[in-house]
């Protein structure tokens, strides 16, 4: 049972290079999210979905960019590479039912890509 | 502004000894869940917390939720070098999207 995938683990970009984060999840869930992970700073909310074809803002929104054309994947797009971007990337996944206040739903992580930007 | 935050920031301890770790917030949240994040892994679900004095266990873990829904504990008992890693704990306001927010964790370490 794979989970969440993500790819690449490690990536190197010089600045002004653009690159995208894969992330694909096998549990037919309906939310997906990306975070970024500085030292310290806990996770930080980038962009989410609630399903294919809708996406919304996080946190930090600044400078990327995300799609869902499917249930299963939900890519973040990185186009003009800059140094403040230098951190870790999580995609996670979740099953958030109809209720409007989800207590009980649980994220589950990938296992991240550390990006350095030079 | 919600605002969260994680104390120790880091804690180094012995096998054996038992250690608390806070979660503070300054506004009441609906949910809080603790998760564990360990080297080169994401973060995973450990414990949710819905009802104000709420404690929850897990095997040796204490979670407590505070009477007026803005903190939280976690009480590890005999702490245990696989006891090891960030933990995160994570909090859902009552505010469009209802998406969660973490804070900064706590870095511990147990040494054998």
């Known amino acids: 049972n794979a989970g969440v995938t993500q790819t690449p683990k490690f990536r190197i970009l010089k600045i002004g290079q653009s690159m995208t984060l894969q992330c694909t999840q096998d549990m037919n869930h309906n939310y997906m999210y990306w975070y970024r992970q500085d030292p310290g700073m806990g996770l930080k909310l980038i962009y989410y979905s609630v399903g294919a074809g809708i996406t919304d803002k996080g946190e930090v929104p600044n400078g990327y960019n995300v799609s869902r054309s499917t249930t299963e994947d939900f890519p973040l797009r990185l186009e003009l590479a800059a140094p403040s971007q230098t951190s870790v990337y999580f995609c996670a996944s979740s099953l958030r039912m109809g209720s409007p206040n989800p207590t009980n739903e649980k994220l589950f992580f990938g296992s991240g890509t550390q990006l350095s930007v030079l | 502004t919600q605002l969260l935050e994680q104390s120790p920031q880091f804690l180094s301890i012995q096998e054996g000894e038992n250690l608390t770790v806070y979660c503070n917030s300054s506004?009441?949240?609906?949910?809080l869940q603790w998760y564990r994040q360990e080297p080169g892994e994401g973060p995973v679900l450990l414990v949710t917390v819905v009802t104000g004095g709420e404690v929850k266990k897990l095997k040796r873990l204490t979670f407590q939720f505070g009477d007026a829904r803005k903190d939280s504990s976690l009480h590890i008992t005999a702490a245990q070098p696989g006891d090891t890693g960030l933990y995160l704990c994570?909090?859902?306001?009552?505010?469009?999207?209802?998406?969660?927010?973490f804070g900064g964790g706590t870095r511990l370490m147990v040494k054998p």
């Open positions: 506004s009441v949240f609906s949910s």
């Open positions: 994570a909090l859902r306001f009552n505010n469009a999207g209802n998406m969660l927010t």
